[in-house]
């Protein structure tokens, strides 16, 4: 099991530390830019896609600096070849401050997803997936795995893969707001 991820942000939000294994795991999702000089000091809404992730994410601090209680939830981050499960520590610091550590809790090989591939060229549709649990929505409103909204969709009989567009599904909302409510 690889080591926890953790990182701290400032009463502003801005990122104060970030840990040898933060580094790792962002280089290896978004390329081999990052570095700690370029990082520390920047506000981390630059770091989180998604407006409805930004502001799952504000409630989470929001909650924590009020309460000074630490929120615990899970969430799922995959790749191409793995379904990944963590589990996010939130906790109070001094002075509003807030420390995240992330661990692994499993990972599952699986098929190469091509929808996850980050090198992979991509056409003008557009496919929304849950930023929390990477479940992707249909139509009818359901969200459901990656590889069954490829099948439903037929996503890939084009042979163009989707652009990814990050949501946050209900259950995931209601698990968040859940969690949050335990802190009062
Ligand atoms: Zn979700």
Known sequence: MPTSIQYSIDNADRIRFINEAWLQFACQNAGGHLNRAFIIGKSLWGFIEGEN????????????????QAA?????????????YFQLTVSPLQEDELMLSIHSIREISRDPVLLLDPDVQRGDQVL?????????????DEWVELEEAVNRLDLLGSGVVPRLRHGLCQDCQVDIEKELKNLR
């Open 53 to 68: 992730l930004r502001q799952t994410y504000g409630l989470i601090f929001k909650a924590v600096r009020t309460t000074h």
């Open 128 to 140: 929304t997936i849950c930023s929390w649990c990477v479940k992707a929505w249909l139509p009818n």
């Open 72 to 84: 615990i939830l899970r969430f799922r981050c995959d790749s191409s070849l793995c379904r990944r």
